[in-house]
């Protein structure tokens, strides 16, 4: 089973796009919904993904996993030692979730008579994050944040968390 991840996805290549490094979150976001345990060669694997990414492109913005959208910053690396003799530098790949942005935030919070609170709840909601782990990050109780979700709701039309969501998406502001 697939486990979603928030963390980003990082890898490492020469500039040839031969895979140096990476992490297990890398493999996460560009294998969904394949399992990790079902790919017996990540290296491999990650190897050839990256290399049909950037087929007939110099550059990656953003992806798509699933439904997820992911931007792909580069950023020039020189690699030294290992045999690497190249004086072309090296790319570090950075895959991060593509978040709602703080403007568009402000925009529906203004749209829908939304709290700081409750749009503080709204923003971590975007980030995945249950209501337990919303009240660690807030610094108030799980139930406050069922509160606040619930609040949000009312004043959305929608019935549940996906609802806000959706709701979101669909609103032109």
């Not at 980003?8 to 990476?22: E, S």
């Not at 110099?58 to 996993?65: D, E, G, I, K, R």
């Not at 709840?121 to 995945?128: A, D």
């Not at 619930?150 to 969501?165: F, W």
Request: proline residues 3%.
């Amino acid at each position: 089973m697939f486990v979603a991840t928030a963390q980003p996805g990082l890898i490492v290549t020469d500039a040839a796009l031969k895979l140096h490094a990476f992490n297990t979150d890398a493999i996460q976001i560009l294998s969904f919904p394949q399992s990790l345990q079902k790919i017996p060669d990540p290296h491999a694997w990650l190897s050839e993904r990256v290399s049909r990414l950037f087929e007939r492109r110099t550059s990656v913005s953003q992806l798509q996993s699933g439904q997820r959208t992911y931007l792909c910053k580069s950023f020039p690396v020189k690699l030294d030692g290992a045999g690497h003799k190249s004086d072309r530098p090296g790319l570090v790949l950075l895959l991060e979730r593509k978040s709602i942005s703080m403007l568009s935030i402000d925009r529906i919070a203004e749209h829908f008579a939304l709290t700081d609170r409750e749009c503080e709840t709204v923003r971590l909601l975007f980030e995945g994050l249950s209501s337990k782990e919303i009240a660690a990050r807030m610094k108030i109780s799980h139930h406050t944040v069922n509160a606040f979700v619930r609040l949000v709701m009312v004043k959305m039309g929608v019935s549940s968390r996906s609802g806000i969501v959706g709701k979101i998406a669909r609103t032109e502001i």
